[in-house]
Every structure is written in C-alpha cells, then in structure tokens.
C-alpha cells in the first residue's frame, strides 16, 4: 500500500485594499455605494473610503461609482519620515509585476499634516525609484507622461503614514465621456449625480414627473438625473481606465461586468420617462448642451432651449425644480446675482406651486433672499468653494399691497395749511388715477405753491422729499423755515413715521454732479412699475435711480423692442434696458460710464429675471464707445446728461453745443428701419434744425409726459429719429 502525501494546503489569498477619493460631503454616498458593491470593513475619512475585497469590488467601483473620483489599488504602505524612506520603500515594489518598460507612468503625491511638505519632490523620488530598479534589471526604463500615462501612481502621505497605489481610474471618474462643451464653471459630473441624489427627486419622481433646471450650463444636472433613472453605470462611455495598462488587468472580468451593466441598462429604461428640461439665458451654452445631451444617447430624453429667468413658467402640476444658479464669485456680480436668487425664489413660490425647490449654492447667506423655507440643508464642496445644497417646497415671499394713502386735513388756521390742503387735493386728482393704472411711484406736489420749494414723490409706501435750492434773492434762514414747515405738514397729513420719509436737497446740478454721492446707509428698496421691479436708494445720490418723468417713454421702448436689438446710451440704472428686455429684445447693450450705476443696471436685470451674454453691461464713455463699436441696433435709446465734465477725455460734455455729432453718431448705428429715441431734460433746448434735414424727426414730448408731470411741460423734450426711406416709385429703371 502506498500511503498518501498529504495535500499542501493553499494560501489563503489576502483581500486586496482599495480608497475611493471623493468630494468633501460625498463619503456617505461612496460609502452606500462600495458597500454595494461588496466591499468589506469599509470606512469613511475625509475626502476618501477604504475597503478591502476582491478585484471585483474595485472594477465595479470604477464602472459604477457615481460619487468617487479616483479608485485607488494600494500596493504598500509604510512609514514615511523624509523622502529617503520614501526612495527604499518604492524599490522593494517589484514592479514589473504591474506594467513593462515600454508602459509610460507618472506620479501623484497628496500630501496632509505630512513630514515631508513638498509633493513634487516626493513625486520625483518615487520615480526615481521605479526608473532605477527597471534600469538595474532590464537595462531600460520607462518613460514618464504626466498627462496621459499607461499607468498612474498615486502617493498619499498622512503625516509620517504613506500609502503608494495604482489609479485603477486613470482618468478622474467625474469624466464620465459625454461632456463635449460647457459654460464657464461646469458642475462636475460627480457631484452633479450627488445633487440629484441628494435632492430627494429620485425618491418622489412619480409625484413629481418633472426635472426641469432653468439655469442647466451644460446639463450635466438632467443628463446624470437621466442615468440613474436608466440604471445605466456612469463608466460606460469612458474608452479608457487606469487598469487597461496594468499587468493585472482582468479582462474576462472587465468583460463580463461591462455586460452585466449593458443588460441592466436595456433592462432598466423606463418605460414612461419623466420630463427632463433644462433651459440656459446662452445660446453657445445651449447648443454645448445639446451636444453633452446627444454623446450621453439622451437626444430623446432631455430637451434644452435658450430661455430667461423671466421667460420662465410651470410645464406641469407637479415636479422639481432643480439648478446650480451663477455664485457671484466677484463682488461686483455678487449684488446682480442677490437679485437674481430674488427672482428665481419669487418665480419659483409665484408660478411653481406643488413643486419642490433643489438649489445648490457657494452663497447660502445670499440664498435666503429667495425667501424659501428650506427644509433640508447638504454641505458640500465644489472644487475649494463651500457650498450648501438646499431643498425645500414653501416661500414667505409676497407682495406688498399698495399703501392706501389717506391724508389728513390740518385743524382750521394751522401753520402750512396752504400745503396741507393742496397734497389733500393732488391725492383726489393723482391717487385714484394711479390706481386705475397700477402706478405705484408718481410725483405727487411739484412746486404748486412758490412758498413750498419741493417736489414729493411717492414710491410705494415710502415718501420722497427734494428740496429745490431757494434762489440767491430769498433768504436762507427763511427757506429753512419754510421746508422744515413742510416737513411737518406731510408728516402730519401722510401720518408716516421718519423711517418712510427720506429728504434731499436738490440744486442745479453742473456736470457730474448731480450723480455725486450723498452720505447715507446704501440701502436699496425694491418698487414695482409697468410689472417690472427697479432699486432706488433714496439716500445717497440725489437722484433714486428710476426717473418717473420717463414713465410713458421706458413703455414706449417695450412696445417697439419686440424681436429688435436694443441699445441704450447714456444708460444710468438700466430702467429702459430692463423695459426693452421684457418686451421682448432679442438682445440689449447698456452703456454707461459709471461702474456704480451699471452695477445697478445688471441688478435690475437680474430681479427681473435677465442675464447672460445676449444683456450685455459695457462701462464706457458713450461717445468714444460709438466710435469705437460697429453693431447696429433696432431700437437705440439716448438720455444723455445736460452738461458733464468728462475728466478721462480732457473734454466737457455740453447737450445743447454737442448733440448734433452725438445724434449723428447714434444714427449710424441704428438699423434701417430702426427707432432711436432721442430726450432731453434741458428746459432750454432747441433741437439744431441741420438734423431734420438729414433724418426723420417727430416731437413726442407730449406723449411722453405722464400725467402727474403734466403741470410740467418743460419737465424733459423726446423725439424719435428714423432714418429717411427712399420710396420705391422713386426709383427709376436705369436706361
């Protein structure tokens, strides 16, 4: 009998160690997901989760993490006190196991709380290992590629703790392969299907058939939205992973989960899509969508189209709206896009009820001008920016009602009475007017009475007070009497506390000055006109911001701004810009050459629900900025100021001495059959007679005066310029 030998006993393999790296405030959902796909002893750290497991685990993370950026396969790990240690540790990896002297490889070195503090260094080191063990024992090295290598090293040294892995990844997995162009500061893809995740939509999708993101960029929002619905794995339109160059690499296996994930994928289509729409104010945003759209396969699935904020209404009952709206990284966009959350939380509580609100934002302090209730709140990073998710369905936000003035008479034979009794009078004549016609902001006293040197303004529940400089013949002591008189009158007749007055002196302005700042706290208020919101700040200049003698012409300019570009000169806070821009623009140039009114203009823009690229803000000197331009514009509005004193030109600006090259100079950048809209508030203006002559010129100044400055004719002159068309039965066949 022969005995047997005794079967020697396998070793049991060693589970392999794997890191996911990810945004900060994605650990949990990476952690979800390796779990899911059979990783053991898995735990989170900042930024990254470890596991350890089969191979299997790693290709299915890499093939259908959401969340992850890079999967990491480690290889050794040591400790790591100066980069001598890190030379010897590297050269006892036989790396020949993993990739042959005709692969190219680089190095990646993260670094945190480390003993050693230069990553580049300890990169070099690493290399240097690897290149020199190759050399001593085939006699040739690898070449080094830092943009595309076959097989990408990663280096993570946690103070005196490394760890040395291959990136089974190679290309960060936010790269999913179907962003073909973007807008500027695309969403990566990862943290994009983190947004859609985390919003709760997934969950509610057959109460709320509808994703609709009104601000989409790329739409990498609605596309990552699309595939989760799909069950389709993120890395199927990749070409390439960081383990297609490895020695190891398990082809059959990559094979078959490739497979696997294609017939779950046909399996997984719905059979009733949701709506997926997205919508962007850029037309070369759009058509980039649409490209990501079509390389995802989701031509079908998802629709863009080129839509403002304002344009913007509900597709349906029920759904959720879901967007990344601009940060306003730099202070001056960061008051535009104040008012442009203002918009949008006001859109969405106005026109979206039974929907869901999704906002993610750098800015959550500037997201509670949307006045949302948010009930659920994400932190998270995009790149270094901290941001916040946040997820709600209820606003606060709602509309004043109009004050109802109701003034008060004064006791018979009290000081102002005068005055009392004509505001008690201008409120019969102006008020139920304004009514009738949703006025809201009109002059109310204009200098009625010669004693009483002001003009009152009412703005909604506030009241504007400007007091006109008493000429040189009355005396100061006795102006002051009578205005402080008057103060008390409207105080006592409008019962309003001092916080709803606000008083200006106003004088004949020379120059600039009447643009010159007053002392004050900056606020801005928000009043309504024709539909459309404007900024005031009553304090610090003299003028408001919105001229309401200019009423009747910003609802000329929309009525004639209807699929025309649009132009406006001399262009202050943007009220004509905004006005032309609901009417229906097709796109507006506002040109002024104060930053801090322009500043204003784009704020106007965006409270109304308009930006991007097709609104276009240029700080410019207006007459050198025509020279210099060679668009032409539909619709050309022109306000220019009475006198300034232009100091960057070395020149003064007289309207009276200078409009005729100025009037020529717009005209040659108006359109055929375009409209320039020329006003004045130059009381003593004469329109120089060579230019009717030249164009075709009709005086609107009585159309354009409204109601309440109809006792003041001389209050500004408007005209409307056109060129001359030559009549076709004036054309003779040449012979």
Known sequence: MHRLRPTARKKKKQPLQFTATCGSGLEDLVCEEITAFGGLDVETRPGAVR?????????????????????????????????DALYAHAGSVLWDNHFTVKSTFAVHTTLVNAAITHSQYASLRIKDAVVDQFRKRFGKRPDIDALHPDIRLNLHIQGTGASLSIDLSGESLHRRGYRTGSGEAPLKETL??????????????????????????????????????????????????????????????????????????????????????????????????????????????????????????????????????????????????????????????????????????????????????????????????????????????????????????LPSGSPGEDLANRLIKNCGLFLPWAESEGITC?????????????????????????????????????????????????????????????????????????????????????????????????????????????????????????????????????????????????????????ATYLARAQANLALNGFGGPLHQIIEADCLDWLKRTSDRFGVIFLDPPTFSNARHRNQTFDIQQDHPALLRQAMQRLAKAGILIFSTNFRKFKLDDSLKQQFDIREISEETIPFDFARNHRIHRCWEFRHHLIPTDNLQEPF
């Open 442 to 594: 009109l002059r109310l006293y204009d200098a009625d009475i010669p004693e009483f040197n002001l003009a009152i303004d009412l703005y909604e529940e506030w009241i504007h007070v400007q007091e006109y400089a008493p000429p040189a013949t009355v005396d100061a002591t006795r102006a002051e009497q009578r205005f402080n008189l008057a103060l008390q009158v409207i105080r006592t007749v409008f019962d309003v506390p001092h916080s709803r007055i606000f008083i200006k002196t106003r004088q004949k302005q020379k120059g600039t000055q009447q643009y010159q700042k007053k002392p004050g706290q900056g606020t801005l208020y928000e009043v309504r006109e024709g539909g459309l919101r404007f900024l005031v700040n009553f304090t610090d200049y003299l003028d408001t911001g919105l001229f309401l003698d200019h009423r009747n012409t910003r609802a000329r300019l929309r009525q004639i701004a209807q699929g025309k570009t649009f132009l406006n000169l001399f262009a202050y806070t943007g009220s004509a810009t905004v006005y032309a821009a609901m009417g229906g623009a097709t796109s507006t140039t506002t040109v002024d050459v104060s």
């Open 51 to 83: 596991w350890s497991g089969n191979l299997e685990s790693g290709y299915r993370a890499c093939l259908w993490s959401r969340f992850a950026s890079r999967i990491l396969l480690e290889l050794t790990r040591f400790d790591a006190p100066d980069p």
């Open 192 to 409: 994009a299907a983190a947004i859609v995740r985390l919003s709760g939509w997934l969950d509610r999708v057959a109460d709320e058939p509808i994703l609709l993101d009104p601000m989409c960029g790329g739409a990498t929002l609605l596309i990552e939205a699309a595939l989760m619905l799909s069950d389709s794995a993120p890395g199927l339109l990749r070409k390439t992973f960081g383990f297609m160059g490895w020695n190891k690499h398990d082809h059959q296996l990559w094979e078959r989960l490739v497979a696997e994930a294609l017939d779950r994928e046909s399996r997984g289509l719905p059979e009733i899509w949701p709506q997926l729409i997205g919508f962007d104010a850029d037309p070369k945003v759009v058509a980039a969508a649409r490209k990501n759209v079509i390389a995802a396969g989701l031509r079908d699935i998802i629709v863009v189209k080129q839509r403002q904020l304002a344009q913007l209404q509900s597709p349906g009952v029920h759904g959720c709206l879901l967007t990344n709206p601009p940060y306003g990284e730099r202070l001056s966009e960061k008051e535009a896009v104040k008012y442009l959350y203002r918009n949008l939380g006001r859109t969405f509580q106005n026109r979206f009820p039974g929907w869901s609100l999704g906002f993610f934002t750098a800015n959550p302090d500037l997201a509670e001008m949307t006045g949302m209730e948010w009930q659920n709140r994400y932190r998270l990073f995009n790149g270094p920016l901290k941001c916040q998710l946040l997820v709600g369905k209820k606003g606060h936000l709602k509309d004043r009602q109009p004050p109802s003035w109701t003034p008060t008479p």
